[in-house]
């Protein structure tokens, strides 16, 4: 019997998960970022603590610190949206709320990351 | 009308256990321990945006307010656990780069593990908060 596939759906080869390895690699890739990124993370976060405003001021305006804050705020919140997905791919069976809930979660990842990101160059360009 | 002898015998068939049957080994805390402090880093993150905001509005543009909060019972709890969370998910999730590796398998060392991860995360937390407590911290000003 002929197919009903069509051509790019089976060289594709997903069939009904819609998906490969590529959400498992990603986990991984951010995680393996975030391993040197995190423990610079709490060396600034530690080195700031109890500071008045000058000092993270001063500190963020080195480009080199706000781009490696940049790059913790962005990986760490991209690995966050890939590990949520995991949890409501376990827990929540229907697809329409599904859907609903991934979509709330990248809304809230883009939300946050985009704060941060907005603070960092304000404190590093204006 | 006589019993149906083909009604489904839906009330006594076995189901798979799920986490109310088991006992818990430590391999099963670590990994539900992993997925929630994942959970709890993912709404923590809001506390990240929020500093860093704070910053940005400049001198007397709520960074006093956080710092104030952050100092709060409350605030302190609530930086605890986020803390602890971080150290958490930051030694199990080396560990699952290890076991996507192929390493760590064997049932007896990944029980080890297991407790070590444990110790080792609450001990990062307090010795962190015992370093911005005594003074310590603030090196970066």
């Given at each position: 019997?002929?197919?009903?596939?069509?051509?790019?759906?089976?060289?594709?080869?997903?069939?009904?998960?819609?998906?490969?390895?590529?959400?498992?690699?990603?986990?991984?890739?951010?995680?393996?970022?975030?391993?040197?990124?995190?423990?610079?993370?709490?060396?600034?976060?530690?080195?700031?603590?109890?500071?008045?405003?000058?000092?993270?001021?001063?500190?963020?305006?080195?480009?080199?610190?706000?781009?490696?804050?940049?790059?913790?705020?962005?990986?760490?919140?991209?690995?966050?949206?890939?590990?949520?997905?995991?949890?409501?791919?376990?827990?929540?069976?229907?697809?329409?709320?599904?859907?609903?809930?991934?979509?709330?979660?990248?809304?809230?990842?883009?939300?946050?990351?985009?704060?941060?990101?907005?603070?960092?160059?304000?404190?590093?360009?204006? | 009308?006589?019993?149906?002898p083909q009604a489904p015998a839906q009330a006594t068939r076995p189901l798979s256990?799920?986490?109310?049957?088991?006992?818990?080994?430590?391999?099963?805390?670590t990994s539900i321990t992993h997925r929630a402090t994942g959970m709890a880093l993912?709404?923590?993150?809001?506390?990240?945006?929020?500093?860093?905001?704070?910053?940005?509005?400049?001198?007397?543009?709520?960074?006093?307010?956080?710092?104030?909060?952050?100092?709060?019972?409350?605030?302190?709890?609530?930086?605890?656990?986020?803390?602890?969370?971080?150290?958490?998910?930051?030694?199990?999730?080396?560990?699952?780069?290890?076991?996507?590796?192929?390493?760590?398998?064997?049932?007896?060392?990944?029980?080890?593990?297991?407790?070590?991860?444990?110790?080792?995360?609450?001990?990062?937390?307090?010795?962190?908060?015992?370093?911005?407590?005594?003074?310590?911290?603030?090196?970066?000003?």
């Amino acid at each position: 019997m002929k197919s009903l596939q069509t051509p790019l759906h089976r060289v594709k080869g997903l069939g009904s998960s819609h998906s490969g390895t590529g959400h498992f690699w990603r986990e991984r890739i951010t995680a393996a970022a975030l391993v040197p990124l995190s423990l610079w993370f709490g060396y600034v976060a530690i080195g700031l603590s109890g500071t008045t405003t000058s000092a993270p001021l001063q500190f963020f305006a080195q480009p080199v610190n706000a781009i490696l804050m940049a790059s913790f705020v962005v990986i760490s919140l991209y690995h966050a949206a890939l590990g949520v997905q995991v949890v409501i791919d376990d827990y929540i069976h229907s697809p329409g709320m599904k859907i609903f809930l991934f979509l709330m979660v990248r809304l809230f990842v883009i939300a946050t990351g985009s704060a941060c990101l907005i603070a960092l160059l304000r404190i590093s360009v204006f | 009308m006589a019993e149906n002898p083909q009604a489904p015998a839906q009330a006594t068939r076995p189901l798979s256990p799920h986490l109310t049957i088991y006992r818990w080994p430590v391999t099963m805390m670590t990994s539900i321990t992993h997925r929630a402090t994942g959970m709890a880093l993912t709404v923590g993150a809001l506390i990240l945006a929020w500093w860093l905001v704070a910053i940005s509005n400049g001198l007397d543009g709520g960074y006093q307010t956080f710092m104030a909060l952050a100092a709060s019972p409350l605030g302190m709890l609530v930086l605890f656990g986020a803390t602890w969370s971080l150290a958490y998910h930051f030694f199990n999730g080396i560990r699952h780069l290890a076991w996507d590796l192929g390493y760590g398998f064997d049932k007896k060392l990944a029980e080890r593990n297991s407790v070590i991860i444990f110790a080792l995360s609450f001990l990062s937390a307090l010795i962190i908060f015992a370093i911005v407590w005594t003074g310590h911290g603030g090196y970066l000003q």
